[in-house]
T-cell receptor, first 117, second 115 residues
């Protein structure tokens, strides 16, 4: 069965350019998460969606970062005016949702490796 | 403050040795969930186990076992008779009900099993 997919797998961009990262969750998963993993670091939570809404945007590092989700499925993470410190692997995960539950395990995509020159 | 602490950054063991990966968490929530994930060199995180705060029973799955102790806020992971394929980065994570569906990950422990 199809897992979480992310595109592109690799992105090299120049400082100051905007980038869009895409995540396709597992069909039927209503919760979707974005994380950032810098070299040798743990996972930094960025944002999560329940359906199309994002109850918690506290993890977004700056106002250059935004994310949206449409149709309760695909999500895009946009980074405007990229900086070198944005270089990292951006991971997307999805999980099934049961009302009031925080226990459903997340299924991760392969990530997008972003390099800002 | 870190909600999940994995103090061991890197561990190396010789094949067939047992190894324990430590995880200490911090929460004021009474209902919470703990997880372990494996990230092999290929990069994709793989779910290993989930535990809720009301179930302190230890669990064994093949060569893997988990020791959950609320008294010390720890959720340690032991691999018995390690194999080269166990080489990976292992992450411990916490999910609190008060913060909804946000997960807090530790910084990971990189395990290398030497043949």
């Amino acid at each position: 069965g199809a897992g979480v997919s992310q595109s592109p797998s690799n992105k090299v961009t120049e400082k100051g350019k905007d980038v869009e990262l895409r995540c396709d969750p597992i069909s039927g998963h209503t919760a979707l998460y974005w994380y950032r993993q810098s070299l040798g670091q743990g996972l930094e939570f960025l944002i999560y969606f329940q359906g199309n809404s994002a109850p918690d945007k506290s993890g977004l590092p700056s106002d250059r970062f935004s994310a949206e989700r449409t149709g309760g499925s695909v999500s895009t993470l946009t980074i405007q005016r990229t900086q070198q410190e944005d270089s990292a692997v951006y991971l997307c995960a999805s999980s099934a949702w049961t009302s009031g539950s925080s226990y459903n395990e997340q299924f991760f995509g392969p990530g997008t490796r972003l390099t800002v020159l | 403050a870190q909600k999940v602490t994995q103090a061991q950054t890197e561990i190396s063991v010789v094949e067939k040795e047992d190894v324990t990966l430590d995880c200490v968490y911090e929460t004021r929530d009474t209902t919470y969930y703990l997880f372990w994930y494996k990230q092999p060199p290929s990069g994709e995180l793989v779910f290993l186990i989930r535990r809720n705060s009301f179930d302190e029973q230890n669990e064994i799955s093949g060569r893997y076992s988990w020791n959950f102790q609320k008294s010390t806020s720890s959720f340690n992971f032991t691999i018995t008779a390690s194999q080269v394929v166990d080489s990976a980065v292992y992450f411990c994570a916490l999910s609190e009900t008060v913060t909804g569906n946000q997960f807090y990950f530790g910084t990971g422990t990189s395990l290398t099993v030497i043949p």
